[in-house]
């Protein structure tokens, strides 16, 4: 919302005035708005194609975010091998480049008509953005496009799909540290507050780029081990209808877990609640506010089976749930995974070099 806000604004108040000031401010503030509006919906449609094509090769799309220069389509599971990888990273900039082609042929087409107005600017501007959109994500750089261009193509070539994923990351570390050293310095330079959009954007892309290395590492470490070889078992559960007066007071307290999934009257999960929840609970109100009131529900809980790899779980935890999840066998709750029970079978793991199933 608020790229969104400053987009509309960039163009309402500085391009489209500049480029027809005979229009009044309503003009530019509605043109500003559909141009932002259509430009989302740009970003919409190159991430749709991935998860399209994704989904045409065997992978399920958890959800889509969206930011400046594209967004991420959160893929559960793995392509199955590098001409997977290549046609799912390949399409978004693909699509990027067709949308910017044809906005730009429409813009021509109402200017060639007599049209010099908003409308053909704001087309204008679409077509530009698009193509610079597919030019950027086309960068050889995770988490962009085109990093997963590059490992797609190392992986073909090397067979390692981890190594091929450590150079595309660190690809984009570097790409990274180039755009923040870029702004940063032209910032100083200048004085141009503009500049340090090209700092932000390099630190997002160094951030996500080292957050995908890790999480590849952590994947390979853990191997043929199943999610029964990672979960603690029989976890204890709390009640939906007890407060947070009630479970602070209870002996489920004593056991020192810091996080216990929510049932309703004895049954399956329907939720999940941290210690860190709780705590944003203010005294005065922990006797009325019951527990399913404040537990992440369970579309936000990773959920996993016995015999599933527990690699394969690593991509669908979440940050409500803060990194765990439920394990569930024909709907009854069996176990559940922390940050701690997977940093202990790495550990153990690292000990005793040893990664494969019990």
Same mark, same amino acid.
């Given at each position: 919302?608020?790229?969104?806000?400053?987009?509309?604004?960039?163009?309402?108040?500085?391009?489209?005035?500049?480029?027809?000031?005979?229009?009044?401010?309503?003009?530019? &503030?509605?043109?500003?708005?559909?141009?932002?509006?259509?430009?989302?919906?740009?970003?919409?449609?190159?991430?749709?194609?991935? !998860?399209?094509?994704? *989904? $045409?090769?065997?992978?399920?799309?958890?959800?889509?975010?969206?930011? #400046?220069?594209?967004?991420?389509?959160?893929?559960?599971?793995?392509?199955?091998?590098?001409?997977? /990888? #290549? $046609?799912?990273?390949?399409?978004?900039?693909?699509?990027? #480049?067709?949308?910017?082609?044809?906005? #730009?042929?429409? !813009?021509?087409?109402?200017? !060639?008509?007599?049209?010099?107005?908003?409308?053909?600017?704001?087309?204008?501007?679409?077509?530009?953005?698009?193509?610079?959109?597919?030019?950027?994500?086309?960068?050889?750089?995770?988490?962009?496009?085109?990093?997963?261009?590059?490992?797609?193509?190392?992986?073909?070539?090397?067979? /390692?799909?981890?190594?091929?994923?450590?150079?595309?990351?660190?690809?984009?570390?570097?790409?990274?540290? &180039?755009?923040?050293?870029?702004?940063?310095?032209?910032?100083?330079?200048?004085?141009?507050?503009?500049?340090?959009?090209?700092?932000?954007?390099?630190?997002?892309?160094?951030?996500?780029?080292?957050?995908?290395?890790?999480?590849?590492?952590?994947?390979?470490?853990?191997?043929?081990?199943?999610?029964? /070889?990672?979960?603690?078992?029989?976890?204890?559960?709390?009640?939906?209808?007890?407060?947070?007066?009630?479970?602070?007071?209870?002996?489920?307290? $004593?056991?020192?877990?810091?996080?216990?999934?929510?049932? /309703?009257?004895?049954?399956?999960?329907?939720?999940?609640?941290?210690?860190?929840?709780?705590?944003?609970?203010?005294?005065?109100?922990?006797?009325?506010? *019951?527990? *399913?009131?404040?537990?992440?529900?369970?579309?936000?809980?990773?959920?996993?089976?016995?015999?599933?790899?527990?690699?394969?779980?690593?991509?669908?935890?979440?940050?409500?749930?803060?990194?765990?999840?439920?394990?569930?066998?024909?709907?009854v709750l069996v176990g559940i995974i922390s940050p701690s029970d997977?940093? $202990?079978?790495?550990?153990?793991?690292?000990?005793?070099?040893?990664?494969?199933?019990?």
């Amino acid at each position: 919302m608020v790229i969104f806000a400053l987009i509309a604004w960039g163009l309402a108040a500085s391009r489209f005035p500049a480029a027809y000031p005979q229009y009044g401010t309503t003009a530019y &503030v509605i043109a500003g708005l559909l141009t932002a509006l259509a430009f989302f919906a740009s970003l919409l449609a190159h991430e749709l194609s991935h !998860a399209l094509v994704a *989904r $045409r090769n065997g992978l399920h799309v958890e959800d889509i975010t969206l930011w #400046l220069f594209g967004g991420v389509a959160r893929l559960s599971g793995e392509a199955r091998n590098p001409g997977a /990888d #290549l $046609r799912i990273a390949g399409v978004g900039p693909l699509v990027s #480049l067709l949308l910017g082609a044809v906005f #730009l042929i429409v !813009a021509e087409l109402l200017s !060639a008509s007599g049209y010099h107005d908003l409308v053909v600017a704001g087309f204008g501007w679409l077509g530009a953005i698009n193509i610079l959109l597919a030019v950027f994500n086309a960068i050889p750089a995770a988490p962009l496009d085109g990093g997963r261009l590059l490992r797609s193509i190392i992986w073909w070539r090397t067979g /390692d799909r981890l190594k091929a994923i450590q150079w595309s990351s660190r690809a984009g570390e570097v790409f990274g540290w &180039v755009l923040v050293a870029v702004g940063l310095i032209t910032f100083f330079a200048r004085a141009d507050f503009g500049a340090l959009w090209f700092a932000l954007i390099g630190w997002f892309v160094i951030g996500a780029a080292t957050a995908e290395s890790q999480q590849a590492t952590v994947r390979n470490q853990l191997g043929q081990l199943a999610i029964r /070889d990672v979960m603690t078992p029989n976890p204890i559960t709390a009640s939906a209808s007890m407060t947070v007066a009630d479970l602070l007071s209870s002996d489920l307290i $004593r056991h020192r877990h810091s996080t216990f999934p929510v049932t /309703d009257n004895g049954r399956g999960p329907v939720g999940l609640v941290t210690f860190n929840q709780i705590r944003h609970v203010q005294p005065q109100d922990r006797a009325t506010t *019951r527990l *399913r009131d404040i537990a992440c529900p369970m579309e936000q809980v990773a959920q996993a089976w016995p015999d599933e790899p527990a690699a394969a779980l690593l991509p669908r935890l979440s940050q409500c749930a803060e990194g765990r999840a439920l394990v569930l066998s024909d709907g009854v709750l069996v176990g559940i995974i922390s940050p701690s029970d997977i940093n $202990r079978v790495l550990r153990w793991i690292t000990t005793t070099g040893h990664n494969e199933r019990t």
